[in-house]
């Protein structure tokens, strides 16, 4: 059980296109749900943290209005990158979690490349 | 704000050899995870220490916390080649407050 899946697992677009990776708990009702990035090499950092039906609380230094991000259902949240730049490319990983006390269960990652 | 130190973060080594992977954290935490990574890959977790004292193993590898020194380690024992991978450690004050900060990160690399 606790199986996240993340689609696409790879997209590569052209620079000033929006991108969207879903974020999906398969098995399981994800009251929270997080955004990482990670660049090669680098550790994972926060960028965001969501609950079902609330607004996504961004990490600092996080663009709220690039990284637009949308938890509609207990199973599935959305990270959209509007206006994608190169310098967004990058590893990007979401986890779920079914409560406050329980582990995260990551997603199998999304790579990013903006041309 | 809570920080998560991991030393090193380069570690080549022979099979067979052992060596141990420090965490430091700089504040009380409910909770402290061990991930392993491969290249091009995402996360797969390794270990949970829930308590002061924890021990868990898995194979060649043992997980421990010391919650009073807000200090893990992760040893390896007889390193064979497929343990090659990155390996984060991460905390998690849970409940409450969404912050899980990762360490950044220790490349182990095992020479046959």
Known sequence: GAVVSQHPSRVICKSGTSVKIECRSLDFQATTMFWYRQFPKKSLMLMATSNEGSKATYEQGVEKDKFLINHASLTLSTLTVTSAHPEDSSFYICSARKGYADTQYFGPGTRLTVL | ELKVE???????????????????????????????????????SLFVLLSNGAVKQEGRLMASLDTKARLSTLHITAAVHDLSATYFCAVDRGYNNNDMRFGAGTRLTVKP
């Open chain 2, 6 to 44: 991991q030393n090193p973060l380069f570690l080549s080594m022979q099979e067979g050899k052992n060596y141990t992977i420090y965490c430091n954290y700089s504040t009380t935490s409910d909770r402290l995870y061990w991930y392993r990574q491969d290249p091009g890959k995402s996360l797969e």
